[in-house]
């Protein structure tokens, strides 16, 4: 097992609506000593956490979240805020309700804006996937290809589960070449982790990996 190659695929998350700045520090600090490909963190606490890496740490932050239900308007406001406070990646939520209505063609829409919005930032798409059909998976893996984002992701964390295997081998069957893979939620092993890169995933949305290898250094 590559453990540093696990680590640099990782975003390193916290998103507890009361995390404080110094357990966003000691993320910080976290990913900075362990080389993680971000940490993703709330959107107030951007700005800070920015000024604090200066630069030696992608900030990623959370728009529309956990549920997708704001307006196209108020997320492209979240997008260009977060951008504009030092965020280098953003995850959004898409609006499972359109999804549901079969509005494919509007949640493409909503997503290029936001990709615009992100002004050439990395924007990562959370479709949540426990919530929806193999039929759904696949048409939103359709529409975030041709709203040209930069990864799909699998979840929240927030809602009724989190990556799967057979999701994640769906997922990146169908999205363009173009398109990356985020597994997100329930990665709570190394082993959960090299399964995940090795189907295909190129991040990892988990809290528990670097806790994992601290652990494995403790008992070396």
Known sequence: MDIAKILAAVDHTLLDPAADWEAIRALCDDGMRYHTASVCIPPNLVARAANYVQ???????VIGFPCGTATTAVKCFEAADAVKNGAAEIDMVIPLGWVKERRFADVEMQIRAIK??????????????CRLTDEEKIAMCYAVSNAEADYIKTSTGFSTGGATREDVALM????????????????????????????????LGTSAVVRLVKELEGKA
């Open 55 to 61: 630069g030696q740490l992608p900030i990623c932050t």
């Open 116 to 129: 615009n919005a992100c002004d050439g930032r990395l924007l990562k798409v959370i479709i949540e996937t």
């Open 172 to 203: 990146v069957k169908h999205v363009a070449p173009t398109v990356k893979v985020k597994a997100a939620g329930g990665i709570r092993t190394l082993q959960d982790a090299e399964d995940f890169l090795n189907l295909g995933a190129s991040r």
